[in-house]
């Protein structure tokens, strides 16, 4: 007798961090750092057609303290990038970073002195969205790799999600 059998109906048997990742993947709440052309496509990916809302994303939050995942879409001139880094520090951790673009990715065509070249300079990214500007269904593709990654998480967490 194996111990499925032993085991009474609608008794589940899992670790504490099982279930805390599973909630965390299926429950990532939106900040939207929108920049440039990217972001209407971001924007679009919150619309009917593609329906975010199934992965647990109801609705982009306004406040970073209400948020978890950072979208950065577009360039971030270097004006922006301390009001980013700002943002990203007043989010409560666990928190995650896609930077979506070429432009948030490496400066994109834009290789000029006013322009970051890549946001992963000034935050940890955790996803790259690759395209000029990528379209809706490669930033859903991205959202299913993140929440991959953080199926794969350990509670404790590492060491930039800590400080």
Known sequence: MGLE??????????????????????????????????????????GPKYDLSR???EVMRASPRQADLMIVAGRVSNKMAPVLKRLYDQMPNPKWVISMGACASCGGIFNNYAILQGVDKIVPVDIYVPGCPPRPEQLIDG????????????????????A
């Open 143 to 162: 959202i299913v790799k993140l929440q991959k990654l953080i199926d794969q998480e350990k509670l404790k967490g590492d060491s930039r999600q800590s």
């Open 5 to 46: 059998e032993k085991i009474p109906d609608g008794i589940i048997l899992a670790t504490a961090e099982k279930v805390v990742n599973w909630a965390r993947k299926r429950s990532t709440w939106p900040f939207g750092f929108g920049l440039a052309c990217c972001a209407i496509e971001m924007m679009s990916s919150f």
């Open 55 to 57: 992965f647990g994303m």
